[in-house]
């Protein structure tokens, strides 16, 4: 968390994204969210995947959430974290936006399959162990 309460402040005044409504549980916020499920004031609830904004962001944050696009549903999707990522860079992010996100490893077998396959490239990633979860977190730039 404290990454990301990093990030938010650094970004703040530019147009953000946080795709989970993760941060308003700790601070207070004024940048647009995405969450499919939680329903709360300002929240925008659609998918991800399907999430085409009428504005690009400079910046989208997603704190420990896209590991559970298309894991948590009923039926389903092991492509979700994948089709995620490339919604992000292809109908969400600026040219020169970039999306920070953290994810469990070992949690969702999609995602870590997208990982191992190298099928998403990160212009940066960092890896945390703590206790039994291996998190990253990675930066990807358009």
């Keep these: 968390m404290p990454v990301f309460l990093d990030l938010y402040y650094k970004n703040m005044g530019k147009e953000m994204l946080e795709v ?9 916020v004024t940048h647009t969210i995405l969450d499919k499920y939680e ?3 300002d929240v925008i609830n659609e998918d991800i995947i399907d999430y ?10 997603s704190c420990s959430t896209l590991e559970h696009v298309g894991f948590d549903e009923e039926d389903k999707d092991p492509d979700g974290f994948l089709k995620a990522v490339n919604n992000i860079k292809n ?3 600026k040219d020169g936006g970039v ?3 953290s994810a469990p490893v070992g949690y969702n077998p999609g995602l870590d399959e997208t990982l191992e ?21 990675g930066v990807i730039r358009k």
């Design 20 to 28: 989970g409504n993760v941060l308003s549980h700790y601070i207070p």
């Design 39 to 41: 329903k709360a004031k």
């Design 52 to 61: 085409k904004p009428e504005k690009k962001y400079d910046v989208v944050l």
């Design 91 to 93: 109908n969400i992010l």
């Design 99 to 101: 999306l920070y996100l």
């Design 117 to 137: 396959n190298g099928l998403v490239s990160f212009d940066s990633v960092t890896h945390y162990s703590m206790d039994d979860w291996h998190i990253i977190i």
